[in-house]
């Protein structure tokens, strides 16, 4: 193997992994891993699954792309069946969380254009994370993934997250069209936003005209036990962006709309190539299908619930470990100093983790976890948090 010539945008661990099954990844070496990642919140169903197998390969076999330029019968019922789950009217199908936000964004300044409003303004939070395209990075709440592409986007009021009073001082601001923010930041560092914040923010939207867009490209698609993370605090978004766990890691984004918001486009207005073919909607049909049938969004909140229970028993009183918090199977150990190099010995340990926002151990794991999976993550994890903390502090 050599990396030589891939651009060196990542950093990766010196290891590949060649298969996987269920919540269990083997490498090029044959060693065995755990997956507490799951792809960065993609592949839910784990790997491997068979009925999600069967079903790529046989759309590949019968017709993986034609455009958006004929209508695409795969992609009418996944518009159809995902509506329904959110309770929204349409949807946008892109490649991407970035071109989600993306598509979300442009919904969000034409919508303001038809109301008169010539410099739109979207309300962003800090420690956001929306993508890397020059939109979503501006929309962005992180100066360390902005710092050297400006001039960045303009057209983003920044407010503190989880802040309603912020929001207030804003209302009375004539140039804002919409909300975008996560229900619970996951790159930022599993921050997560209170019910009744929420509920707030959708009384400020309906009282305004603004657009309430939600961002569950990561906490989508039954990662927190429902469908969508807004939904256990009863609100509805006008926008919501979706990508990640939407494909089971065939690469697909949604952005759906409601009411006013799923009207504002025309023909013309936006579009992409690959967006919503056939084998990418069928292999989207299908994860929602089998997360149905095999009642994973019952078992992602009783796992994620087993996993920070356990941990919390495991690291009782262990000095250096400030907060464990999250929401179903998007769980966050927040220590009390930077602990990236716990993702390597992570790996030597036989599992797969990672961490992100410097201090904040994420596990992301997928949402198929049996019982003795979540005892064996608390096993294997426990221990290497004490061992990183029991030694003395850098300097
Ligand atoms: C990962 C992520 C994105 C970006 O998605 P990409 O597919 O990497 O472009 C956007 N928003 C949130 C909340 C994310 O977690």
């Known amino acids: 193997m050599s990396a030589s010539h891939v651009m060196k945008t990542y950093a990766p661990q010196p290891i590949a992994f060649a298969r996987g099954e269920g919540a269990w990844l083997w490498d090029t070496e044959g060693r065995r891993y755990l997956d507490a990642l799951a792809g960065i919140a993609v592949s839910g169903l784990g790997h491997g699954h068979p009925v999600l197998v069967k079903a790529i390969a046989g759309q590949a076999a019968r017709l993986i792309h034609t455009s958006n330029l004929f209508r695409v019968a795969e992609q009418e019922r996944l518009a159809e069946r995902v509506c329904a789950l959110a309770a929204m009217d349409n949807a946008f199908f892109c490649n991407s969380g970035a071109e989600a936000n993306e598509c979300a964004i442009k919904i969000a300044r034409l919508h303001g254009h038809h109301r008169g409003i010539e410099n739109p303004a979207i309300i962003v939070m800090e420690k956001a994370w929306h993508g890397r395209t020059l ?10 993934a902005q710092a050297g592409f400006e001039p960045l986007m303009g057209g983003f009021l920044r407010v503190p997250y989880n802040d309603l009073a912020a929001i207030e001082r804003l209302e009375s601001h004539g140039s804002v069209v919409a909300v975008l923010l996560e229900v619970l930041q996951g790159e930022g560092g599993i921050h997560v936003a209170d019910a009744q914040y ?17 961002d569950e490209v990561q906490s989508g698609i039954a990662r927190t036990g429902k469908w969508f993370a807004h939904q256990w605090s009863g609100i509805v978004p006008d926008v919501m962006a979706l990508a990640k766990g939407l494909g089971s890691g065939v690469p697909i984004g949604a952005c759906l709309a409601r009411g006013v918001a799923a009207q504002v486009f025309k023909p013309g207005n936006h579009g992409t190539t690959f967006g919503g073919g056939p084998l990418v909607s069928v292999a989207a049909l299908t994860t929602l299908e089998v997360i149905e049938k095999d009642g994973i969004l019952a078992n992602a909140k009783r796992q994620g619930d087993l996993i920070r229970a356990g941990l919390a028993e495991a690291l009782a009183g262990v000095a250096g470990v400030k907060e464990i ?16 190099e716990i993702v390597a010995r992570a790996l030597e340990a036989g599992l797969v983790i990672n961490v992100t926002a410097d201090k904040v151990i994420r596990l992301l794991p997928p949402l198929i976890y049996s019982d003795a999976e979540s005892k064996e993550l608390v096993a294997r994890l426990a221990p290497l948090v004490k061992a990183l903390l ?3 502090v850098a300097a």
């Open 198 to 214: 929420l509920r707030s923010l959708r009384e400020i939207c309906d009282r305004r005209g603004w657009l309430l867009m939600i």
């Open 390 to 392: 029991a030694q003395p």
């Open 135 to 144: 939109a979503t990075l501006s929309a962005t709440g992180s100066r360390k």
């Open 325 to 340: 918090r999250g929401m179903g199977l998007m769980i966050g150990v927040e220590l009390d100093r930077p602990c990236g």
